[in-house]
């Protein structure tokens, strides 16, 4: 077994059973360090460790491949792991647990929460894991694939878990607005705005109605409240009310 880098690694060990390709190593290697997992473990990789192809295919994901183990057995490959799945795209002949991706994810969570080290193990690209290593394993996890065409390879897979068990503790809002850096605007700002286009459009008969004028006072508030301003484009909101306004004026002389 090759020496690991020091100290821990953070969420779920992977640990790919007779991986064929470096390549292949090298891709999932990409995909775990894009969702922050860098504990990859290899069982009888059939090219061998270290492996050109594989640095290649990781496009500098360095730091997972410098961590790499590598284990003559899948027992000792998880022989420090409290919690272990298998990914699998086959019915089994024994009875375990079948997870979705996204369960599989949140019990991979609650498990590292409790202390326990988790794992999730993937077969080799053309057969997957066989039955007395996908035996080993807590529950199965499976991909909900088009049944009419389910082929997905070794990093794909990696990638799916890897996303979701991202996605299982990500705080991210479901909607949020690229600002180019500017600050949101305050209410003091959008309030003094609301006061400058209200005044100015007094001046002119778009709100002369005076049974009308509190209603479309309120929408056009509630129109540019919805908006969500920034501090610069309430300033960019200023410029065209001012010019609109010496516009008419201008026009009015």
């Known amino acids: 077994m090759t020496a690991p880098a020091s100290g821990p690694a953070p969420g779920p060990a992977i640990v790919l059973v007779a991986p064929q390709m470096g390549e292949n190593i090298g891709a999932a290697a990409r995909a775990m360090l894009n969702f922050g997992l860098v504990d ?9 460790w270290p492996n050109v192809k594989a640095v290649a295919a990781a496009v500098g994901a360095t730091v997972v491949l410098d961590r790499v183990r ?25 009875v375990k647990p079948v997870l979705t991706l996204r ?5 991979l969570r609650a498990a590292e929460a409790a202390g326990q080290p988790t794992t999730v193990l993937f077969g080799p690209e053309r057969t997957g894991l066989e039955n007395d290593e ?16 389910g082929s997905i390879n070794l990093a794909q897979t990696v990638l799916l878990v890897a996303y979701e068990w991202r996605q299982a503790a990500d705080a991210s809002p479901a909607e949020r607005f690229e600002a180019g850096g500017a600050r949101p605007a305050t209410r003091e700002e959008l309030m003094n705005f609301f006061a400058h ?9 778009f709100l002369s109605n005076r049974q009308q004028r509190p209603s479309m006072v309120r ?3 509630a129109l540019f409240l919805r908006a969500g301003p920034t501090e610069q484009e309430v300033r960019t909101l200023h ?3 001012a010019e609109l306004a010496r516009r008419g004026a201008d026009e009015a002389g």
């Open 197 to 205: 286009l209200e005044r100015e459009l007094d001046r002119t008969p």
């Open 219 to 221: 929408n056009l508030r």
């Open 70 to 94: 590598v284990h003559g057995d899948l027992a000792a490959a998880i022989a420090d792991r409290r919690y272990v799945l298998a990914t699998t795209a086959r019915p089994r002949d024994f």
């Open 134 to 149: 996908a035996v080993l394993a807590d529950a199965l996890v499976t991909v909900p694939t088009n049944p009419d065409f």
């Open 239 to 241: 410029g065209v009310v």
């Open 40 to 48: 990859l473990r290899l069982v009888r990789p059939r090219d061998g």
């Open 103 to 107: 369960e599989a994810a949140v019990r």
